[in-house]
């Protein structure tokens, strides 16, 4: 395996603030609970959910650039959350992150030059002219020209700054690339372009990818393996085909059943999922999705559903599949 996750935890202390006076005196926002799941070398990944059901904070935890309450994450066989500083920046060219925001990832006082050529030399040792020739490759790569090097971040649209941003992320050399929504605030036509060059590159680089959203058609688009996540937890994992054609968990039927371009999936669940999203510092003590689940038994007030394999590869949080 490329990475193993495996009991991911972080826990914000709240305690003191507004959102601890809101709930009752509560003092841990539950972010990310526990979860677990593996990334095989040269597959994508899909982490599909809701908004704040934990995708960002997930990705954010895997790179290090915030800090695991709890858990393990190995890279190839190396623990990443307890390398120490020296050996993790090192670790860092071999995991790259592509950001969702387009606008806000690129320093708008660099020119691209300096966007791309600082992981070149840092990482890959590149100066001058080597640099410059590597830099161009790479903006050739993404579908961009050479002689924009020198252009900033401003001069260029939000398609071309999310390529730049990939461009970016390649000039390290990594094995894994994550890449956080990379194509939510783009326009439907440049969201098409961005996907496809993302799997052009995913399949000639011989990546590994994980790729997060809350859209199902672009995960389902990209992926070969689909983790559906909420309120902190992942519900449901297996191959893509499983997930859209005989999903189990009735978060992911309803998840299918309410994407207007999925039409086929519109008869899986006869009435949607109802009631809101439970709040990350006053989650349920069983089973998270269980005020608003439509086959909810007793258990599910108290017992909390663990991941397990209900068919061949094909794991599921879920008392009652």
């Known amino acids: 395996m490329m990475l193993e996750v495996k009991n991911l935890t972080k826990y ?19 972010a990310v609970d526990h979860i677990g799941f593996s990334v095989p070398e040269g597959k994508t990944f899909g982490l599909v959910g809701e908004s704040g059901c934990g995708k960002s904070t ?27 500083k020296r050996e993790m920046r090192e670790l860092r060219r071999h995991v790259q992150m592509i950001f969702q925001d387009p606008y806000a990832s690129l320093n708008p006082r660099m020119r691209i030059i300096e966007v791309v050529g600082r992981p070149l030399s840092h990482f890959q040792g590149l100066k001058g ?24 971040p401003h001069e260029f649209s939000g398609g071309q700054r999310q390529r730049i941003g990939i461009a ?49 058609n672009v ?12 309120a902190g937890k992942i519900m449901e994992i297996a191959p893509v085909a499983q997930i859209f054609n005989a999903p189990l968990n009735p978060y992911t039927k309803a998840l299918l059943a309410s994407n207007p371009t ?4 519109m008869e899986t669940v006869r009435s949607p999922l109802k009631g809101e999203v439970p709040l990350p510092v006053n989650p349920p003590s069983g089973c998270r999705l269980e005020p608003r689940c439509p086959i909810r038994v007793d258990r599910c007030k108290t017992i ?9 590869l094909h794991r599921v949080a879920c008392h009652e599949v």
Do not use: C, W
């Open 12 to 30: 914000y202390d709240i305690s003191g603030g507004l959102m601890s006076r809101l709930s009752a005196g509560l003092k841990l926002l539950k």
């Open 58 to 84: 997930t990705a954010r935890l895997i790179t290090r650039l915030i800090p695991a309450t709890e858990g393990e994450v190995f890279f190839q066989g190396r623990d990443i959350l307890r390398l120490p």
């Open 129 to 152: 002219r080597k640099r410059r020739d590597r830099a161009a490759e790479l903006l050739d790569l993404v579908g961009l020209r050479p002689e924009q090097l020198d252009r900033y």
């Open 168 to 216: 970016r992320a390649l000039a390290a050399g990594p094995k894994l690339i994550i890449a956080d929504e990379p194509v939510s605030s783009l326009d439907v036509s440049v969201q098409a372009q961005v996907l496809n060059l993302l799997k052009k590159l995913q399949r000639e680089l011989k990546l590994s990818l994980i790729f997060i959203s809350h859209d199902l």
């Open 219 to 230: 995960v389902g688009y990209l992926a070969d393996i689909v983790a559906v996540m909420y």
């Open 262 to 265: 999925v039409g086929s999936y």
């Open 304 to 312: 909390e559903p663990m991941l397990e394999e209900k068919r061949t």
